[in-house]
């Protein structure tokens, strides 16, 4: 699904992002802003959690600059959310790893979304 990232930049099926995005197991994908820019609270997380997946994978920029507080991991942990928190270029492979081989296993597309940081 997503093809590739590089520092600010991120190719999700063809077209080109050049901000924080979210991205979802049916390829919606969405402009991701929080408060803070390196911090990863509750809050920012809420739109995520809305659509009740079953994984959240987290990517904390390409040197893992931004911090998810303990709150938004609090948050995820009371909705029964998986979280998985790693820098960028290791979230997006984790993202396409849960989305293909849940396809590949059990026939039935993981619901993940994916929240990624795309500079520093």
């Known amino acids: 699904m997503i093809e590739e990232y590089r520092f600010g930049k991120m190719m999700i099926e063809g077209d080109e ?25 509750k809050e920012d997380i809420e739109r995520a959690l809305e659509k009740e997946p079953e994984i959240i994978v987290v990517g904390t920029g390409e040197s893992g600059v931004a911090q998810v507080t303990e709150d938004a991991k609090q948050k995820c942990k009371e909705a029964g ?35 990624f940081h795309l500079t520093c």
């Open 17 to 41: 992002y050049n901000y924080d995005v979210e991205v979802d197991w049916e390829g919606e994908v969405l402009e991701w802003t929080r408060k803070n820019s390196h911090i990863i609270d």
């Open 81 to 115: 959310v998986e979280l998985i928190i790693d820098i960028t270029e290791e979230a997006v492979k984790t993202f396409n790893v849960i989305c293909a081989e849940s396809l590949e296993e059990d026939g039935e597309q993981a619901e993940v979304i994916g929240l």
